[in-house]
């Protein structure tokens, strides 16, 4: 059974301030990996989809990067912003495509 | 482009009731999950939806039912509802699952 934890659950930052969190999984066979940002009581917002084939993907202050053989993906933010401040989730596809997620990491930037 | 949509946004039902929330996907996409998400908690999946039929299941009773219509649309059954339903039910659509999956604002049940 594939289990995702994510590291930190809760992190401080000050604005300005580039950080990493931290995705880890138990079982390789995935087929993709995608981050996702949670506004309080909000949906999910895709922010990186990295395929099987892929170990990184970039879009504007995110990088997103992938190891399968070590079981572990990070999502760095550059120069973190106060509208970054959210829950960020790390989720995988395996056999039948369903999504496992990782329990979060709670984000505030602050002033 | 519409993403996502679900109905209604709140709900609040009484224990033993029965609830039907509604999706529907984002165009182009043919395949409905549904997710619950109890409070600081990653989403659970519930089951998946393609071509009108039931492809996945999770840990979930049979209270839990669903169903998918031939414009791709879903529903969510619950019946018999209790106290530990309560949760955010979200709900995800997808094109195959290569691509990754979008997902709706949620629907928040509230059972008392």
């Known amino acids: 059974k594939q289990e995702v934890t994510q590291i930190p659950a809760a992190l401080s930052v000050p604005e300005g301030e580039n950080l990493v969190l931290n995705c880890s999984f138990t079982d390789s066979a995935i087929y993709n990996l995608q981050w996702f940002r949670q506004d309080p009581g909000k949906g999910l917002t895709s922010l990186l989809l990295?395929?099987?084939?892929?170990r990184e993907q970039t879009s504007g202050r995110l990088n997103a990067s992938l190891d399968k053989s070590s079981g572990r993906s990070t999502l760095y933010i550059a120069a973190s912003q106060p509208g970054d401040s959210a829950t960020y989730l790390c989720?995988?596809?395996?056999?039948?495509?369903?999504?496992?997620f990782g329990t979060g990491t709670q984000l505030k930037v602050e002033l | 482009d519409a993403g996502v949509t679900q109905s209604p946004t709140h709900l609040i039902k009484t224990r033993g009731q029965q609830v039907t929330l509604r999706c529907s996907p984002k165009?182009?996409?043919?395949?409905v999950s549904w997710y619950q998400q109890a409070l600081g908690q990653g989403p659970q999946f519930i089951f998946q939806?393609?071509?009108?039929?039931?492809?996945q299941r999770g840990n979930f009773p049979d209270r839990f039912s669903g169903h998918q219509f031939p414009n791709y649309s879903s529903e969510l059954n619950v019946n018999a509802l209790l106290l530990g339903d309560s949760a955010l039910y979200l709900c995800?659509?997808?094109?195959?699952?290569?691509?990754?999956?979008?997902f709706g604002s949620g629907t928040r049940l509230t059972v008392v």
């Open positions: 990295i395929q099987s084939s892929q």
């Open positions: 989720a995988l596809t395996g056999g039948g495509n369903k999504l496992t």
């Open positions: 995800a659509s997808s094109q195959g699952g290569n691509y990754g999956y979008t």
């Open positions: 165009s182009g996409h043919d395949t």
């Open positions: 939806y393609y071509e009108e039929e039931e492809r």
